[in-house]
């Protein structure tokens, strides 16, 4: 990857603070909007969600997930030109307590601060989506697929 590209792509996780969340829903693709931060190696992504949430259901029955993380609209003439990151992952419900719980707790706090009283709430709940691979388009005719080892070496920079 190009190191403009690089620059857009750590820009859009660093910046993005909103995604798309693709669930399976019996058998059928749903899609729901969802707040994330990512993990400091960009190869987690939380949210915390409610578990009366449809797209919660989903997880619990299905942890094959995806999110996308789109570049913000600029008003450019071609909107198909905006950066994007579609990331394949697995969901994992996170028990407060475990490790990696109070770290991403409080990246999420720090991120989103009116969501502090929502983690006294009990039915919401801290989800990780682990990073399976991705696909990262940059613009017309620049598209790349990574890894999980390609998006840590990123987040390093």
Known sequence: MDAQSEKLLLHIL????????GTAHDEEP??????????????????????????????QKNRQVSLLIAEADDGRPD????GRLSIRGS??????????YTPAKARYIERFPESAPRFLLGDFGLWRIKLKGA???????KAFNLTPEALQKLAQK
Request: with cysteine.
């Open 91 to 100: 969901a994992e419900f996170m028990v407060n307590g475990e490790p990696g």
């Open 30 to 59: 749903r899609v729901s909007m969802v707040a994330f931060v990512p993990a400091p190696d960009f190869c987690e992504y939380h949210i915390h969600v409610s578990r009366l949430a449809q797209h919660t259901v989903d997880m």
């Open 135 to 141: 696909r990262f388009v940059a613009g017309f005719a």
């Open 14 to 21: 660093r910046a993005s603070r909103i995604a798309a969340l």
């Open 79 to 82: 909107p198909q030109t905006l």
